[in-house]
DNA sequence: TATGAATGAGCCTTCATTCAT
DNA sequence: GATGAATGAAGGCTCATTCAT
């Protein structure tokens, strides 16, 4: 992530740099430390110097370290949103796609787990700093949305049962915020959570009822 | 939460119990308060206000910040694991006690929030400050025991399959820090959520698998 | 001005001090300062440590530099109002009352030259910062209506042409501002200016016009 | 203000011409800020937008902030003293002349208040910043001397007593000196000012002194 | 037991300036 | 002649903490 050599750098602008390319590490950087640390624990300086600038360099991409914050917010829920989407392209039936998702946020988690992270840790940052609701709600609701639409597919084609709709949505959300809150540290972790969820929506987490 | 009026006469409550009071209420606003803002955002200042005395003085009753969030973190989690404890205490089967335990932890969310979000927001925190990770690992060790041996003895009644005792363990674990961490502002989102988790562990949140 | 012992100060209440005192020297120190370098130039840090404490100290006494400054004015324009006042209060007539106003700001400028100086930069930092105005104004109002009241008075006792009342406050206000910006550097300068309004004043400065 | 689209003809105005519109643009604006706001206030980046550049151009006409306001200083002084000098030419006698002198100077502030504030901010500017003085000296001179020239010429002809010479020059700076700092702001609030000095000067400010 | 005065470290941010392009 | 990317220094302010009282 950083720029090699670390302090050679002097005043001025330096030679052979991409300008985008320094804003995608900043947000690939600044994501990882959001995710790990929170918002407030992060310091400009920390994700500067990962990103192998100075503090002040920040600005120049974005205004302030908030801005920053929903850059990262905007960029991440994209590209979650993205592969998402996708995985569930050639998937019918609520579970079937339940499962996809879930599979494709194991495979997100194994490849980058600050994704994932980041976005379980943005829902405590919120909670703790009311200003950035309004900031956020935007993309937050691209994704509400999404679950939404996957949960009322499933009851057009007789999968969830009607009057389960919202039963089964505060299933999905609360799960999932246990997933990427509590189980991403490790992959065998990750993966376990997962399997988890999904043998309890096929029901076969426990033993069917012996007691009834 | 403010102490009341300091008795001046001689006879009566000794002072020791005034003292122990506004221990009490410190830990009381704390909790609270790092429910809501987490460690980093709650400041000293904030902490004392609420409880009626100023910063200077919480250094009496507590040695720095980090005692008085690992003795909050112990105190709740020990009225909170008594109160498990005691609801599964006439209860058998995996299933009943479970649902018994999500029951209670509805009860608890409605009379003090403060409970359920703070035990949430420790994970948070801990994954913030390694440093915490020490000091608090007595207390969550309490915690995961008596949750493992709910799944045991589960395991034991046959309500469990022996081969899914990790699995089983790890839904109880996601699903309660989805729980507590996103789902305890309001009273109905917090009930609708213990439905929906208690559905899938009975394993009808959705049809019955229409497609096999 | 300052402390005393200047680095022997360590953490924690330093003995035997008077809070009283402290916020008076603070006051004292950044009048001089915001007076010679003002409100921009003149830093927290080089305010504390002419005060002998810390920058952060001075939050104590006032919660930010906005605040200091408008105390300062504050004080500044109530002892110089007080002295206007109690100079002006054996003598009647309007010339005779400008000089005394005159004299008694010499004398102040001998005294303590960084009154007149600040009040004379306040007028420039209230032009570069629009949100000061608004502070600053009930203070502002104040000596206004002191010399507002001063004409009128001369308007009453005739000395004064009603005609010529808006006239004589605006040379009032020209003078003294001119005196108190430009010209209260030495001594000697200052007096000089101050003995060419009353020059002027009386109707001496020049020769009675030749030409006519 | 903005700079015209640059000819891409190989014919027609040379480059240069262009610079120097550009070097205009910068020095007007510039002056304005600088009177509005002060040296410290105004940045960089606050000229070089309003002069349709970038800071880092700036540095091609000027080598420093500072040298920039020397520059200014310098262009307005000349272009004052200008107005000044050609005020008087056809002018005799002190009082006249120094009439004369205050209306031009009426006139300009209506036509560019920026010309009048600004020499009155640069006299705070340089007080705050010592280092202005140095550069600043060879220009204020010029000034210096017109005025001195003025009250001289005075002395010869007899309208100023040789006496007084020290305290009608103290009278001239005390007075224009005010008029920039303070009564610039408003067409009327400056004819009212410069009509009040005039009266002062002529002697009929106030009744002849009726006490004496 | 409690307060009030003070510190030191650190944070976000701004700004003049530099340099490769 | 001009831009955009970057730096280093500094500034206001907050906060946990300490200590005399």
Redesign the pocket.
């Known amino acids: 992530m950083s720029r090699g050599k670390k302090s050679t750098?002097?005043?001025?602008?330096?030679?052979?740099?991409d300008?985008a390319d320094?804003r995608r590490t900043i947000l690939d950087v600044a994501r990882a430390a959001f995710a790990d640390r929170g918002f407030e624990v992060?310091?400009?300086?920390e994700i500067a110097t990962e990103a192998g600038?100075?503090?002040?360099?920040l600005?120049?991409y974005f205004p302030?370290?908030?801005d920053l914050f929903v850059a990262v917010h905007h960029d991440t829920q994209e590209r979650v949103l993205a592969r998402f989407i996708q995985a569930i392209e050639d998937v019918s039936g609520f579970v079937p796609r339940l499962e996809a998702i879930l599979d494709e946020s194991h495979r997100m988690n194994n490849e980058d787990p600050s994704l994932a992270r980041f976005l379980g840790a943005v829902r405590v940052d919120v909670a703790r700093h009311p200003e950035f609701e309004m900031a956020l709600q935007v993309d937050q609701a691209a994704m509400d949305t999404f679950f939404r639409s996957i949960v009322d597919q499933g009851v057009e084609t007789g999968d969830v049962d009607r009057s389960r709709r919202a039963l089964v949505l505060s299933f999905v959300a609360t799960t999932l915020t246990g997933l990427t809150t509590g189980q991403s540290a490790s992959d065998r972790q990750h993966a376990l959570a997962v399997e988890a969820i999904k043998a309890a929506v096929r029901g076969d987490l426990v033993a069917r009822l012996p007691h009834a």
Do not use: D, M, Q, V
């Not at 992060?42 to 300086?45: D, E, F, G, K």
């Not at 600038?53 to 360099?57: L, V």
């Open positions: 750098s002097r005043l001025g602008r330096p030679p052979a740099t300008s320094t992060t310091t400009n300086r600038i100075t503090p002040a360099a600005y120049h302030s370290k908030l």
